[in-house]
């Protein structure tokens, strides 16, 4: 396995099609969850049902709880209950609620893990959710249908917030250009497509030839993490797996970006009594106590050659793991909680790119 190289993305950041619906990292995933004795597994991110498809499939009468919070996915995952005869239990909700669920299920704890972190190609395929710029449609990308859609938010937010967002959310080096020039776009009208807000991003973001990522790539990024607070959520959902899991229990995390990735390796690495770094602005904070994961796996899991060939959307896949220790459950992590945020420099009106 080897690292991706610099540029490559997921099909949609290259403008291409998204492929079909395929688990990632599928065979990794399994062997870090540990599937030699039988339990309860859940499976925090559903989508169309491959890993939990996978955990039904194994050869012990596995049970799983799996949890969505896009009503399409509980909608499509109906069949696969049926199927399971009893197995499977397909829940609405937020991952970052799974304790809650578990106990609200009559469950004291799970075995395993299982987190897909990120937006699935099934809603990258629906115009009318909004996720895409390749087909238009409304400029909505709400997981939930509900609540502040990303056209709310372009429409209106402050520059500022929009240039914060654009920055620490979609990494986009030119976030404030692009902030001015959606506040400039709004005052001839609003913005309510996704070809209507990716095409003002091309004229304001160079594309880079050398990646074939989309100039709007990181823009789409950045509204939809805020959207749907979904670096907010993973790390609830990181301290809701810890609450959850039995003594020996795992957790696997795949992740698709680097800000995903950084939450999940400085989590495993604070829990398992490493020191923890917020950002480089930020001191590390002293090695926690008690120490409530074992490291699974020496570093992350990257998909194959073979893989990234035939499965597009795993080409920056990274997958981490660990064991619940028996150790009594620890505070929340402030330093983890901070990268989920915008830095506090940014409210107090500090200086922006």
């Known amino acids: 396995?080897?690292?991706?190289?610099?540029?490559?993305?997921?099909?949609?950041?290259?403008?291409?099609?998204?492929?079909?619906?395929?688990?990632?990292?599928?065979?990794?995933?399994?062997?870090?969850?540990?599937?030699?004795?039988?339990?309860?597994?859940?499976?925090?991110?559903?989508?169309?049902?491959?890993?939990?498809?996978a955990l039904l499939a194994a050869q012990l009468q596995e049970r799983v709880v799996a949890i969505d919070r896009d009503p399409n996915a509980i909608t499509g995952g109906q069949g696969l209950v049926a199927e399971a005869g009893g197995r499977l239990r397909l829940v609405p909700g937020r991952f970052g609620d799974l304790d809650a669920i578990l106990r609200d299920l009559g469950e004291v704890g799970a075995d395993r893990v299982v987190l897909d972190i990120g937006v699935s190609s099934m809603q990258l395929d629906q115009a009318d959710r909004g996720f895409s710029f390749r087909q238009d449609g409304p400029l909505d990308m709400r997981m939930e249908r509900a609540g502040e859609s990303a056209a709310d938010l372009v429409n209106g937010a402050e520059e500022a917030d929009l240039a914060d967002i654009l920055f620490h959310y979609g990494e986009e080096r030119r976030a404030r250009a692009v902030a001015r020039a959606i506040i400039e776009r709004r005052r001839r009208g609003p913005i309510e497509t996704t070809a209507d807000l990716a095409d003002l991003v091309a004229g304001v973001v160079r594309a880079d030839p050398a990646s074939g990522i989309h100039p709007a790539t990181r823009t789409f990024?950045?509204?939809?993490?805020?959207?749907?607070?979904?670096?907010?959520?993973?790390?609830?959902?990181?301290?809701?797996?810890?609450?959850?899991?039995?003594?020996?229990?795992?957790?696997?995390?795949?992740?698709?970006?680097?800000?995903?990735?950084?939450?999940?390796?400085?989590?495993?690495?604070?829990?398992?009594?490493?020191?923890?770094?917020?950002?480089?602005?930020?001191?590390?904070?002293?090695?926690?106590?008690?120490?409530?994961?074992?490291?699974?796996?020496?570093?992350?899991?990257?998909?194959?050659?073979?893989?990234?060939?035939?499965?597009?959307?795993?080409?920056?896949?990274?997958?981490?793991?660990?064991?619940?220790?028996?150790?009594?459950?620890?505070?929340?992590?402030?330093?983890?909680?901070?990268?989920?945020?915008?830095?506090?420099?940014?409210?107090?009106?500090?200086?922006?790119?």
């Open 1 to 53: 396995m080897r690292r991706p190289a610099k540029g490559q993305g997921s099909a949609e950041g290259r403008g291409g099609p998204a492929a079909p619906h395929v688990p990632v990292l599928l065979g990794p995933v399994l062997e870090a969850l540990d599937l030699t004795r039988a339990g309860l597994s859940v499976d925090g991110t559903f989508g169309a049902g491959g890993y939990t498809r």
């Open 221 to 353: 990024q950045g509204l939809r993490i805020a959207v749907n607070d979904e670096l907010g959520e993973l790390v609830r959902a990181l301290h809701a797996a810890e609450r959850a899991l039995r003594p020996g229990g795992r957790l696997a995390v795949v992740t698709f970006h680097s800000l995903e990735d950084r939450i999940v390796k400085q989590f495993f690495s604070a829990r398992s009594g490493r020191a923890v770094q917020a950002s480089r602005h930020v001191p590390s904070v002293e090695r926690p106590v008690p120490k409530s994961f074992e490291p699974v796996i020496k570093g992350p899991i990257l998909p194959s050659e073979a893989e990234m060939a035939a499965n597009p959307r795993a080409r920056s896949a990274k997958l981490r793991a660990g064991e619940r220790t028996d150790a009594p459950v620890p505070e929340p992590l402030a330093a983890i909680e901070m990268l989920a945020s915008l830095p506090a420099s940014a409210t107090r009106g500090g200086p922006r790119r």
